[in-house]
């Protein structure tokens, strides 16, 4: 491959993923999307909005994979079932977003609107993925990951199981799957309206968020194997590239970042909810604990609850679904420590 060629290469990679991060940055400032609130609102507050939103999410970018899937417009990995390290992972993350207040993709986006308190969340973010990825804590990932279950040789999915029924095909599998869901999700999404806000309604923000993960897959595809949208190892890859220059280029998750900071400014912007926060100054300890556990979670989890959350899990893949709900069982304990009696 030539300069140009190798220069061209560059551009593509970074100008498509700053396009989907800037894109993925509007959808989620504007839907103020973040599951440490959903699960807060709905455990607090009993105020589910944001929560069917997050299960919108999934179900539209279930449905797109497949799509993408069933076309062969993409090859989608299916992530490994490294069930010791997603449980672990899973929960710890879970109490790293409640103490630090906000998730990986908020986080990011929440800097787009000027909270000062969210850089020193990615800041702990980063230094506790890069120690456990590739510092003090990387023997314990490697423990805990190692431990691998697998079926017929490969990552199992819950299409995989459901494929086991007699009369049921592999490809039809899927989206019994998804429909099964899909009746989930439209029996919890009855009940009350959601109070009015500034903010887009859960319907549309759910089906943004699951159709911009969703085309992450092929976006991420240019110039190498697709990983979708992802916050967590790329967060630590941002912190020791500069330093150490690991890896030894950026990739198109690198760029996606910066990309989402971008797309929340110009939503705030626009919406006129952009202002410099600053923490106060007792919290700012807790952040950056909050956002260190985090980080050493995401690693140990392989993802946080965008990547495994909604990127992985739209391919029904056993570990990131596992790792999905200890998350959320992290977060519940912690609220409940957090928050007693409400």
């Known amino acids: 491959m030539t300069g140009m060629d190798e220069l061209g290469q560059m551009l593509t ?3 498509t993923a700053l396009g989907t991060g800037c894109a993925f940055g509007y959808v989620l400032q504007r839907g ?12 607090i507050m009993r105020d ?3 929560a069917r939103a997050y299960l919108l999410a999934l179900l539209v970018a279930m ?11 993409v090859e989608v990995p299916v992530r490994p079932f490294h069930w010791l390290a997603n ?8 109490v790293g977003m409640i103490l630090s207040g906000g998730c990986s993709g908020s986080t990011w986006y929440r800097v787009g609107e000027g909270a000062i308190g969210a850089v020193i969340v990615l800041l702990g973010f980063a230094m506790g993925a890069t120690t456990t990825s590739v510092g003090i804590l990387a023997p314990l990932r490697q423990t805990l990951q190692d431990p691998e279950i697998l079926i017929d040789g490969s990552a199992p999915t819950l299409a995989t199981l459901i494929a086991f029924v007699p009369g049921v095909s592999p490809r039809l599998a899927p989206w019994l799957i998804i ?8 029996l919890l999404s009855r009940g009350k309206a959601e109070p009015e806000h500034r903010k887009w309604s859960w319907p549309l923000t759910g089906v943004a968020v699951g159709l911009i993960i969703a085309l992450g897959w092929p976006a991420s595809s240019v110039g190498s194997a697709p ?20 890896p030894n280029q950026i990739s198109w998750s690198m760029w996606l970042l910066p990309g989402v900071v971008l797309g929340s400014f110009i939503a705030a912007w626009r919406a006129g909810e ?39 899990s739209a391919t029904l893949a056993l570990g990131s679904l596992t790792t999905i709900s200890a998350i959320i069982l992290g977060a519940w304990v912690t609220i409940r420590v957090m928050f007693p009696g409400k």
């Open 87 to 94: 449980v672990t992972g899973g929960l710890i993350f879970g």
């Open 227 to 246: 990983a979708g949208i992802t916050f967590a190892v790329n967060t630590g890859h941002l912190l020791t590239y500069p330093l150490v220059r690991y």
């Open 13 to 15: 990679v970074a100008l």
């Open 179 to 186: 429909a099964g869901f899909g009746v989930v999700v439209a």
């Open 274 to 312: 952009f202002g410099w926060k600053l923490p106060r100054v007792d919290s700012v300890p807790q952040l950056f604990v909050g956002g260190l556990i985090m980080g050493i979670g995401g690693i140990l989890g392989e993802g946080c609850n965008i990547t495994q959350g909604l990127t992985n």
């Open 63 to 73: 449905a797109g994979t497949h799509v993408l899937i069933s076309l062969g417009l």
């Open 48 to 50: 589910p909005a944001i």
């Open 32 to 43: 103020g999307f973040c599951l440490t609130r959903a699960l807060s609102n709905l455990f």
